[in-house]
């Protein structure tokens, strides 16, 4: 039988491809692509400065001796204030490479996840014909209570009444598909997609592994 999702906005149900979400679930594989991505977005411009950095006399702090107290070198080093940090953060990059076969792979396990537990719905973009966060709210309540963060993803492009409509709920969040990661579909409790953004997502995940093996 093949795997479906309920469709909200109109009755029915969505057909869902089987090769994209009835992958099994590979928690490694997952947690290496949501690593990657997330570090992907790290900024990784922390900087401090050395003690050859700040703007501070190199000079002597005092003369070697006669003065009674204890001999000092640079006032820029570390131990002193004002001076340079010893080992302190600079600007990095936290990149990791992920296969592409495996991050497609590891995307239809999160897909395939949130469609064998029921917490996957196809949303018609169409009954939103104006911006309401009223008929958002009762949208996702004919979907079910559910608890946690819901995550809706849709084309953005033609579908503005929708992203309006639900970018103001509490923990909800709208996201456009082609920004969309393994990080943001497995850290969901509930995906909600419109048609496009499942096509996009479905082809993401499965279309060009199964041409290549083909």
């Known amino acids: 039988m ?10 029915g149900q969505a057909a869902l491809d089987e090769a994209v979400f009835g992958e099994p679930f590979h928690p490694s594989l997952v947690h290496e692509a949501a690593r990657a991505e997330l570090n992907a977005r ?33 006032l820029s080093t570390p131990q002193r204030i004002g001076g340079g940090i010893a080992f302190g953060p600079q600007p990095r990059h936290y990149t990791v490479k992920v296969n592409r076969k495996a991050r497609r792979r590891a995307l239809r396990a ?18 939103f014909d104006a911006p309401s966060t009223k008929r958002a709210v009762e949208t996702l309540t004919d ?14 492009e033609g579908e503005e009444n929708t992203v309006k409509s639900f970018r103001n709920l509490q923990r909800v969040s709208v996201l456009p598909v082609h920004a969309v990661g393994v990080a943001d579909v497995i850290g969901a409790a509930r995906l909600v997609l419109t048609q496009v953004a499942l096509d996009h997502l479905s082809a993401l995940a499965g279309t060009r592994e199964r041409e290549a093996g083909s």
């Open 143 to 156: 979907f079910g209570e559910g608890r946690g963060h819901t995550l809706v993803v849709t084309a953005f």
């Open 42 to 74: 790290r900024r990784g411009t922390s900087s401090t400065k050395t003690r050859g950095e700040v703007a501070m006399t190199g000079a002597k702090a005092w003369r070697q001796k006669g003065t009674g107290r204890a001999r000092a070198g640079a």
């Open 110 to 127: 999160a897909l395939s996840v949130h469609a064998e537990r029921g917490s996957l719905a196809v949303l018609d973009p169409a009954s």
């Open 2 to 11: 093949a795997a479906q999702a309920p469709m909200l906005g109109k009755s």
